[in-house]
C-alpha cells in the first residue's frame, strides 16, 4: 500500500508553530476525555467516588470503557508479521485465547505508546487504546508491502460515524469473577491473567479478557455496540445483590493509583528526518497536535519529554527475540543505567498545607483535585528533586485513594539514586503562577515532601499478582 499525506499534516503544524513546547503546555485543547468531560457521555459519578473507589477493593465495580479508547482491526496473511515488526515485545505466544500489552517504539528507541492487543478467533487482530500507536500501525501497514487490510474505530468524541464497533465494560473486585460467572450463560470460567473467552451474556456473544484497570482482579468484556445495554443491565441485575456499584469517570481514572498503570508517554515523533514521512502523513487533527502539556517539569525542547521503555518499567517486556523498529537502540540502552517506576506517597502534612493555603491571605499552592489531581490532559509531568535538589526523575499522574488513605504520585526515578523508603521532593505546581491552561488558576509552587514506596502501591495487588497460578508474559 502507499503512504496517503495529506495537506495539513501535523509536520506542517509544527513548521507553523514558532514554539511547540509552549503551544502544547498553554494552548493546546487536549484530546482525551480525562481532562474534559464533554469528550465523553459517561458519568462522572453515579454515586459517589469515595464508595466507588471502596466497591473495588470491598465489593465490585462496574466502569464503562466504550467511548474514550480507539480500536484498530488488522487482518490478512501479514497482519502478525507486520504486529511482530512494530511491537517490540515478543509474540511468539500469542494466539487466540490470549492478548498482551503492546509496546511501539520510534527508530531511536523512544516510545510512541501501549495498548492492548487481542488475538482474534478469525486469525486476525484487535488493538484497544492509545491513538498515537494505532496511528503508528496504521502508517507501517499503509507505508510497507504488507497484505493487511486496516479497520479504525475511534474514540467516541472523534469517530464520524456517531458511534461504536463495540462496546467495553471492565468488571473488578473480590466479587467480580463471581458476579461474571452468574451472568455468563455458560459454566463458570476459570480465566489466568490476559488470557481472553467467547462466551455468552444474556443471550449476547461476548469476547471476555482476564485483566483489571485498579489491579484487583476482573475481567473486561466487549460486544456489539449496539447490545451494550442488554449485556450492562445483565450485569447489574446479578452484581447489585453483591454490592456492585457503577463507576464513573472521576473513578476510572484514579483507578490505577493502586493498580500502578502508568498513562501515556508523549509519543516521541515530533523531531528527527526519519519520521519526516509519517509527520507528513499525520493530518494536524490527529491527537499528536491535541496533546496538553502540564506540571512543573518544563523542559526547553519537546524532546525533554521523550521516553523509552525502561524509563516507564516496560524493561522486562523488551524481548530482541525478533526484529522490530527500534532494536538497535534498545540493544544499546539495555545495560544503562536505568529508571524506576515507583508510587510517591506524599506527607500528610504538605497535602494539609495545600488546602490550607485556600484559607489564608496571599496567592495558594495550586489546588489538588480530587480523587485525580493532575491537570494536564494526560500528559502531566513533575520534577522529583533528592535532599540536595537535584532532579532524580519525574512525576506523572497524582491523586488519592481512600482505600489506602494515601495522596499518591506514579513516578519515573532514577534506580540508582533512590531507594524504597526514602523522601524525596516533588515540585508540586507551574513555573510562574501558572500556565495559560484555563484549568489552571494563579498559584505558587510547594516542594512536597513524598516517601518512595512500590508499585503497584497497594498490599492487595501485590499479592494477587504473585498469586496467578500461571503468570503471564504480556
Known amino acids: 500500500m502507499s503512504v496517503q499525506s495529506t495537506a495539513r499534516s501535523l509536520q506542517g503544524f509544527i513548521e507553523a508553530t514558532p514554539d511547540l513546547v509552549s503551544y502544547l503546555y ?38 464503562d470503557q466504550s467511548h474514550h479508547m480507539p480500536e484498530l482491526f488488522v487482518s490478512g496473511p501479514d497482519a502478525f508479521a507486520l504486529l511482530n515488526y512494530v511491537g517490540i515485545n515478543s509474540l511468539k505466544t500469542l494466539e487466540p485465547g490470549r492478548a498482551k500489552q503492546y509496546i511501539g517504539c520510534t527508530p531511536d528507541g523512544h516510545m510512541i ?112 455496540y449496539e447490545q451494550r445495554d442488554i449485556v450492562r443491565q445483565a450485569i447489574l441485575d446479578a ?16 483507578a490505577s ?53 525502561y524509563d516507564m518499567g516496560y524493561g522486562k517486556l523488551v524481548s530482541f527475540d525478533h526484529d522490530f523498529i527500534g532494536r538497535d537502540a534498545l540493544e544499546a540502552l539495555a545495560d544503562q543505567p536505568q529508571k524506576a517506576k515507583v508510587s510517591l506517597v506524599w506527607n500528610p502534612d504538605d497535602v494539609l498545607k495545600v488546602y490550607g493555603s485556600l484559607l ?51 513516578a519515573m526515578v532514577d534506580a540508582d539514586r533512590v531507594n524504597i523508603g526514602d523522601e524525596v521532593v516533588i515540585v508540586w505546581g507551574e513555573p510562574d503562577g501558572g500556565s495559560r491552561k484555563p484549568q489552571v488558576e494563579r498559584h505558587q509552587q510547594l516542594h512536597v515532601r513524598a516517601t518512595v514506596a512500590p508499585s503497584p502501591y497497594a498490599d492487595v495487588v501485590r499479592t494477587e499478582r504473585r498469586g496467578d497460578a500461571a503468570p503471564v508474559t504480556v
Request: proline share 7%; aromatic share 12%.
Open 257 to 309: 493509583f493502586e493498580g500502578g498503570w502508568m498513562a501515556y508517554p508523549l509519543p516521541a515523533v515530533y523531531t528527527g528526518e526519519a519520521l519526516r514521512p509519517y509527520r507528513e502523513w499525520l493530518p494536524d487533527t490527529a491527537w499528536e497536535a491535541r496533546f496538553q502539556l502540564a506540571g512543573s517539569f518544563t523542559p526547553d525542547s519537546i524532546e525533554g519529554y521523550y521516553v523509552t521503555p
Open 239 to 254: 452484581g447489585t445483590p453483591r454490592g456492585l456499584l457503577q463507576g464513573g469517570t472521576k473513578t476510572y481514572y484514579s
Open 113 to 224: 505508546g501501549d495498548c492492548i492487543l487481542y488475538a482474534l478467533a478469525d486469525g486476525s487482530f484487535e488493538l484497544v487504546s492509545s491513538s498515537p500507536l494505532l496511528n503508528w500501525v496504521q502508517f507501517q501497514a499503509e507505508a510497507g508491502e504488507w497484505d493487511v487490510a486496516i479497520t479504525r474505530d475511534d474514540n467516541t468524541s472523534d469517530n464520524p460515524t456517531g458511534a461504536r464497533t463495540k462496546f467495553r465494560y471492565q468488571l473488578a473486585g473480590p466479587e467480580a469473577l463471581s458476579i461474571f460467572d452468574a451472568v455468563i450463560d455458560e459454566a463458570p470460567l476459570q480465566l489466568g491473567f490476559f488470557r481472553t473467552a467467547t462466551v455468552t451474556v444474556a443471550g449476547v456473544e461476548v469476547l471476555v479478557l482476564g485483566h483489571s484497570m485498579s489491579g484487583y482482579r476482573g475481567v473486561e468484556i466487549s460486544g456489539p
Open 26 to 63: 498553554n494552548d493546546s485543547p487536549g484530546a482525551h476525555s480525562r481532562g474534559r468531560q464533554d469528550l465523553t457521555p459517561v458519568r462522572p459519578e453515579f454515586t459517589n467516588w469515595r464508595d466507588e473507589q471502596r466497591a473495588w477493593r470491598e465489593s465490585a465495580v462496574l466502569f
Open 360 to 410: 489564608t491571605p496571599g496567592v495558594p499552592y495550586k489546588f489538588l483535585e480530587l480523587p485525580v489531581a493532575d491537570y494536564g490532559n494526560l500528559m502531566h509531568r513533575d520534577e522529583v528533586l533528592d535532599a540536595d535538589g537535584n532532579r532524580i526523575g519525574l512525576a506523572t499522574k497524582t491523586g488519592y485513594t481512600i482505600n489506602e488513605r494515601k495522596l499518591l504520585s506514579l
